[in-house]
Nanobody, 115 residues
Framework: QVQLVESGGGLVQPGGSLRLSCAAS????????MGWYRQAPGKQRELVAT???????TYADSVKGRFTIYRDNARNTLHLQMNSLKPEDTAVYYC?????????WGQGTQVTVSS
């Protein structure tokens, strides 16, 4: 069965960095549209970044220039490098495979940006 396991979240000060990872199994990772989404308390889940099977990348305007999404097809892993973190980046971050409408979700990892 499809499994997506996120890791790498935690507490970081404003301006700091974190790298999230999503270990994928149960499907052909290299052929699958992948993405990171996040949900802050009291808000709807929103797109952070996506990457197609051919490497086309999309970022939310709020993270452009600070976050980098990349995939390691050899290890079936999706990453999100987050730099210059801001308090408004605080949220649960979710890995998605196949798109938000019909795809699969991980359990989420908490990212808290606070001094």
């Amino acid at each position: 069965q499809v499994q997506l396991v996120e890791s790498g979240g935690g507490l970081v000060q404003p301006g700091g960095s974190l790298r999230l990872s999503c270990a994928a199994s149960g499907f052909i990772f290299s052929s699958t549209f992948m993405g990171w989404y996040r949900q802050a308390p009291g808000k709807q889940r929103e797109l952070v970044a996506t990457v197609t099977r051919t490497g086309t990348i999309t970022y939310a305007d709020s993270v452009k220039g600070r976050f980098t999404i990349y995939r390691d097809n050899a290890r079936n892993t999706l990453h999100l490098q987050m730099n210059s973190l801001k308090p408004e980046d605080t949220a649960v971050y979710y890995c998605n495979a196949g798109g938000p409408s019909v795809g699969y979700w991980g359990q989420g990892t908490q990212v808290t940006v606070s001094s």
